[in-house]
């Protein structure tokens, strides 16, 4: 396997957690790059079920090297309480199987806290975010008064640096937001004993992963969330604070980007949003219930009902060419079984032009109108179909008019949770 890049090509939650646990099998090192525990991957085994949020999706696969790199936001007890969760299920997770960057950015409770009360203070204009202290991290990451997994290991420094930076959010929050400022010295030792337990898993991740890659071991990039939550590509903003596609990686996992040699997108065959945000081809309607009934289609981090609408051409060929994809992946294509009809829209009209690109110009997307084409639906059920040619002829066709629009060859096509529910895109 070349050095593979996996991310998402619509608004998240496209089954990325469930290609890259496959994927893992023919992998040596496993990296996060981006996000934090806003993500929420399942994996499927038999009837076990596992959705992970910080930890690499390929640590059910014993011997492998799962890597959470610098770029990612670290919330300890979050990490901690994954890697005990995992533990208990007989899943051995150490520090030779997993690795935390020293200089990855830490989540503390006052991130979270001031997550969730910006999120009240805008109002109307929330986010929608899932409260996990992503946003706060990364903006005291990039204002440069943000704690790294490094600085919580040095004990005195922590102190010095945490104290400073309460006391700023501590004024934030009492001031501005009315609510109990946070006691200092109680979070202090609080995290400082947190430091403790992450001590064994901490390393310069960076310099495993390119030395990995130098040994000729195989390395697969996990990307969280979805190209169109992209801090810069994405629908700002209404998107997370991240860059989640191969975009992400040279920075958040310190590898160089000429090092990556394959890339490749998820998307479903209908799409889903969670939190607020544009989403043309949205059907806020029976249809789109019908689809989050059949695809069950609630948040896995926070349980929130998906808004669920029709495949986007427009949205994955953008996707796709951002990070430049060699080719992509179709996911939950079972999930449209029994539908009379099958829609996906491939141009939008804005101000009376049709057009293909995705309106990057448009800050709002106001006034954009997708243009549907529709397709014959199909009543079989196909999850247990394990070569193309078996898929109803209608589920190919509608498969190939996806392919046609967003002009990258599909490589594999999923046709349920679980690890064997896949179709290699064939004749
Ligand atoms: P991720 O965030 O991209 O890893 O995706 P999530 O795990 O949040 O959401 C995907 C959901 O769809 C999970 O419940 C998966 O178990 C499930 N899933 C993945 N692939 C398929 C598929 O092909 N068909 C169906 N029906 N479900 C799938
Ligand atoms: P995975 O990796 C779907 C969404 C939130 C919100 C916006 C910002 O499972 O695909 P944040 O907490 O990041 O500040 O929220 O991004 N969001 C996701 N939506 N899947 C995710 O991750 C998401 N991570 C964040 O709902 O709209
Ligand atoms: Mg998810």
Redesign the pocket.
């Known amino acids: 396997m070349p050095t593979t890049s996996v991310f998402g090509a619509q608004w998240?939650?496209?089954g990325?957690?469930k290609l890259i646990d496959l994927l893992a099998r023919d992998a040596d090192v496993i990296v996060r790059y981006q996000g934090g525990a806003n993500?929420?991957?399942?994996v499927v085994v038999g009837s076990e079920k596992y959705?992970l949020h910080l930890i690499p999706s390929g640590i059910l696969h014993p011997g492998k090297v799962n890597v959470i790199a610098n770029g990612v936001a670290v919330d300890p007890l979050k990490f901690l309480e994954e890697v005990e969760g995992l533990r208990a299920r007989g899943v051995r997770v150490d520090g030779n199987g997993l690795k935390l960057s020293a200089t990855a950015h830490v989540i503390f409770e006052h991130h979270r806290l001031i997550d969730q009360l910006s999120e009240r203070w805008r109002g109307e204009g929330r986010i929608g975010t899932t409260g996990r202290g992503i946003g706060p991290c990364y903006a005291d990451k990039a204002a440069r008064t943000g704690l790294r997994v490094a600085d919580l290991l040095d004990n005195s420094y922590c102190r010095t640096r945490l104290r400073a930076a309460l006391a700023e959010k501590n004024a934030l929050i009492e001031r501005v937001h009315g609510e109990r400022p946070l006691d200092l010295e109680g979070q202090l030792d609080r995290y400082t004993a947190l430091a403790e337990r992450l001590r064994p898993f901490v390393g310069d991740t960076g310099a495993l992963v390119r030395a990995a890659a130098k040994a000729g071991k195989r390395i697969l990039f996990e990307g969280?969330?979805g190209a169109m939550l992209d801090i810069d590509g994405g629908t700002y903003p209404f998107v997370t604070s991240s860059n989640t596609g191969a975009n992400g990686i040279a920075a958040g996992a310190s590898f160089p980007a000429r090092g990556i040699e394959r890339v490749i997108g998820i998307a479903k065959a209908y799409c889903t949003r969670v939190g607020e945000g544009p989403f043309p081809t949205e059907q806020d309607n029976p249809t789109g219930e019908r689809i989050r009934k059949q695809g069950n289609e609630y948040?896995?981090?926070t349980g929130r009902p998906r808004r669920c609408g029709w495949f986007d051409a427009v949205a994955v060929r953008y996707a796709l060419e951002l990070s430049g994809a060699d080719g992509w992946i179709v996911t939950n294509l079972d999930v449209l079984s029994g539908f009379p009809s099958v829609q996906a829209a491939a141009r939008y009209r804005h101000e009376g032009q049709e057009r293909r690109d995705w309106p990057a110009e448009l800050p709002r997307l106001d006034g954009v109108e997708p243009l549907y084409q529709s397709f014959p639906g199909w009543t079989e059920d196909i999850t247990r179909v394990r070569k193309y040619a078996d898929l109803p002829a209608a589920a190919r066709n509608y498969v190939e008019a996806l392919e046609r629009e967003v002009g990258a060859p599909i490589l594999m096509l999923s046709v349920g949770p679980e690890r064997e529910q896949v179709i290699p895109r064939g004749p």
């Open positions: 998240g939650d496209e990325k957690g993500a929420g991957h399942t959705v969280a969330q948040g896995s981090t």
